[in-house]
């Protein structure tokens, strides 16, 4: 009896809250809200709503067969496809009227159109898949174990199927008639409202992934990046980051060592994410084994990130014939140090971790030697 009363607590659970995942969707949010008193603690009348709809389709199939099996079957696969339906009308409407009408319904599957059975596939194969997961489970797991990671199951997917409904809402909201979906301003004075630009932005990226549209999306980042922005000089991290994954992803050579050092520069500049840099930079000579930036000072600071996360072989590769690569001053204006005052820090780093790090005291000599070298040449 208890595990029976916790089943359906757990189950009124997961539908209010999966409602609050649809909502959220629907309004444009990328990141899943949280589970919060105040979320858990609204709309607790729509899954009660949701399973008076199922009861009553109950009834109707059930009455739908007495006539007769042909009408049975019609009745009950018309019910089934217009489940998601229900769910998404109560949602928008909060009506449980609206939502056991049938001509609701198909306005639903008309204006959303073909995309409409694709979700429904979407969510069969959903249903399905927790159903062949808990199959696939039952014969080696403990059945007090078993009841618990199938009701995990259950939910995941569950979850996983509300927003699904809520982005159909999201990417179809003009011709529902949805107006909740958050309005982002143009232009932002504010980091709120750069960061709201941001996502409206990788909405639209999401939605054109979604349908397939790769090209595009990377085409729309690219434009994107290239446009400057008042609030991040180097372009927007959350840009580049996307970018640079579907670069990765559709495996653009050119492109990806192009932007990449686009991407490593704006990591470097930026305080809170230098050392995703040293990552990027992995991404690059995977690519081009020889792959090196341009800048001799950004070249140093990767080689320091990267010497801070302990990829030390990852430093030495930067370091290494620093001096040939980056041999002037970048400063053409300074006549009193022809030679680039990064070459011994650069030699100095290298030899700190030959020493410190890998004990190889005869490289690291050479090392002490060439930071010596140059620092009286620069002197």
Request: charged fraction near 15%.
């Amino acid at each position: 009896m208890v595990n029976k009363m916790l089943s359906v607590l757990i189950t009124f659970l997961v539908l209010k809250y999966g409602y609050v995942i649809l909502e959220h969707t629907a309004e444009g949010h990328l990141s899943s809200p949280t589970v919060s008193a105040s979320n858990l603690g609204k709309g607790n009348h729509l899954p009660l709503q949701q399973v008076v709809i199922f009861v009553l389709m109950f009834f109707i199939i059930g009455g739908a067969f007495t006539v007769g099996a042909v009408v049975g079957i019609l009745v009950f696969l018309f019910l089934l496809l217009s489940v998601p339906a229900t769910v998404m009308i109560l949602a928008l409407e909060k009506n449980i009227l609206k939502a056991i009408n049938p001509l609701t319904w198909m306005g639903i599957m008309s204006r959303v159109g073909k995309a409409y059975f694709v979700l429904y596939g979407f969510l069969l194969l959903l249903f399905a898949g927790a159903g062949i997961a808990k199959q696939l489970l039952a014969p080696i797991l403990p059945t007090a174990l078993f009841a618990m990671v199938a009701t995990f199951f259950s939910g995941y997917f569950t979850l996983i199927m509300f927003n699904l409904m809520g982005y159909i809402i999201y990417q179809y909201h003009e011709p529902l008639g949805f107006d909740g979906v958050y309005e982002f301003e143009d232009s932002p004075e504010t980091n709120t409202g750069t960061a709201a630009k941001t996502e409206a932005f990788l909405s639209e990226i999401n939605i054109l992934l979604a349908e397939g549209m790769i090209d595009e999306a990377k085409k729309r980042l690219k434009q994107a990046l290239a446009e400057p922005d008042n609030f991040a000089q180097y372009g927007n991290l959350d840009y580049h980051q996307r970018y640079h994954k579907l670069l990765l992803l559709s495996k653009d050579k050119k492109e990806v060592l192009t932007h990449g050092e686009q991407y490593i520069t704006a990591l470097i500049h930026s305080t809170q994410s230098s050392s995703k840099a040293v990552y990027v930079y992995a991404d690059c000579i995977k690519f081009k084994p020889d792959f090196y930036l341009s800048e001799s000072e950004h070249t140093y600071q990767l080689a320091e990130a990267a010497q801070s996360q302990g990829k030390y072989d990852l430093a030495l590769r930067l370091v290494n014939k620093f001096a040939q690569r980056y041999p002037n001053n970048p400063d053409q204006f300074d006549k009193r140090l022809p030679k680039n005052p990064a070459i011994p820090k650069a030699y100095f780093l290298g030899a700190k971790i030959l020493f410190e790090r890998k004990h190889q005291e005869a490289q690291q000599k050479k090392y002490w030697l060439l930071c010596y070298v140059n620092f009286q040449i620069i002197r």
